[in-house]
């Protein structure tokens, strides 16, 4: 397959036109489908594989009705499958992230386009891909449509948030903006201190072996401030990723920044200042960092339950505030009681068959879809980042919203 060809089968699911024949010609469809959508494999030079990775594309058939941008997602994880709750697999990451922003970006005029990386996460090779694929589905929609793009913008979740971060803070990078979801790579130096402290905390507070814990014992204070970052009232989402911190995740972190002869007790106490002047240790982890200096405006959206990222990205924040020539590129607005995935996410399937694999309850099964949704922040994020470019109106300063609102312009108050 050559480089940067798409070359799919074709198939014709529920009235949207799907797929190209080897040409990368759309198949033929009715002229009352208002969606195209092109589907198949892509063979990509930065992912370093021969066998093409999975991607969809899609346009308003109508060149009238597309609004001459392109939407661009980095799903979460590495990609491959998608499992439903029992393991079966339900589908690929290239529509992982339909329920979220794919469909509501179509919706509202603009292109969609997503790459299954299948393998690659949030990295600067994932960051290479995506923008790989990017130049692909612009030529695509530009020849199906007959105008380039104006703009294009990548929307990214946790992983592929990181790699929307990185696209953040990269000048070259294809993007006009960027929407943040839950995204990592925030602050690495709070994010290893985070690990230590959850793996030294988490075996004196699971609920697997401490069910007598209360929420005002002192334990589970410490815990939230340190190991969670999230407050007391997030307890029963904490068991996926506090079970599934251990020294031995810690230690292979810290490996790659050159500390490789920590013993048990030290990884116990471990922290990033205690370890400041062992030669090279903070040169290594700074230049693997994020530094917080965005080059295009952008939009951050997380939960205050988020577990997985927002203590780290409050560390970000800080980044932000330090670098006051792109402060006010960057916007982060919080959304009450939402958790790493939001409420009605169907990826929260897969977490729950992963939650099953790690001996995780049904209890705690059922407590990730039982909180907060920032699916109405992240659309409206959208919006917001569309008109920033477009119109020249900054987006609304950064805010915390109730469960399920949206962002406020100017001061006003959040709309549910």
Not at 90 to 113: K, M, N, P
Request: aromatic content about 6%; glycine content about 12%.
């Amino acid at each position: 397959m050559t480089m940067g060809k798409i070359g799919t089968t074709v198939v014709l699911v529920a009235g949207v036109a799907c797929g190209t024949d080897d040409s990368g010609r759309a198949p033929a469809a009715g002229s009352s489908d208002p969606v195209v959508e092109v589907s198949g494999m892509v063979s990509l030079a930065a992912a370093d594989a021969d066998s093409g990775k999975r991607f969809v594309i899609r346009y308003p058939r109508d060149g009238v009705a597309w609004n001459g941008r392109l939407v661009v997602a980095a799903h979460g994880g590495t990609g491959g499958p998608a499992l439903a709750a029992d393991g079966t697999q339900v589908g690929t990451s290239e529509t992982s992230l339909d329920d979220l922003v794919g469909d509501y970006a179509i919706a509202q005029g603009f292109a969609y386009a997503c790459v299954d990386r299948d393998g690659i996460g949030g990295t600067l090779q994932g960051l290479a891909v995506v923008s790989e694929f990017a130049g692909i589905a612009r030529a695509r929609v530009a020849e199906a449509l007959g105008r380039d793009p104006e703009q294009m913008y990548l929307v990214g979740l946790s992983m592929g948030g990181g790699i929307a971060r990185l696209a953040a803070e990269a000048p070259a990078a294809p993007f006009d903006g960027i929407v943040i979801i839950a995204g990592a790579l925030g602050d690495t130096a709070r994010g290893l201190d985070r690990l230590a402290r959850r793996a030294a905390l988490w075996p004196q507070v699971d609920p697997r072996e401490h069910p007598e814990l209360t929420d005002d014992d002192p334990q589970i204070a410490a815990y939230a401030a340190e190991g969670a970052g999230t407050p007391v009232e997030a307890r029963a989402l904490w068991p996926f990723i506090g079970a599934g911190s251990s020294t031995g995740g810690l230690r292979r972190s810290l490996e790659r920044y050159g500390l490789d002869d920590l013993t048990e007790e030290e990884l116990t106490g471990f922290s990033v200042a205690r370890y400041a002047e062992r030669d090279g240790f903070l040169d290594r982890l700074r230049a693997g960092d994020t530094t917080g200096t965005v080059a295009v405006p952008t939009i951050e959206v997380v939960g205050t339950f988020d577990d997985f990222v927002l203590s780290e990205i409050l560390g970000y924040k800080k980044k932000v505030a330090a670098a006051p020539e792109t402060a006010t590129l960057h916007r982060l607005y919080q959304v009450r009681r939402a958790w790493h995935i939001s409420r009605e996410d169907d990826a929260l399937e897969g977490f729950r068959y992963r939650m099953s694999q790690m001996g995780l309850g049904p209890a705690v099964q059922r407590a990730a879809g039982e909180f907060g949704s920032y699916v109405p922040a992240v659309q409206r994020a959208l919006d917001l980042i569309d008109r920033w470019v477009t119109e020249g109106v900054a987006a609304p300063p950064d805010q915390t919203v109730d469960d399920g609102g949206v962002p406020a312009d100017l001061d006003g108050p959040s709309v549910s």
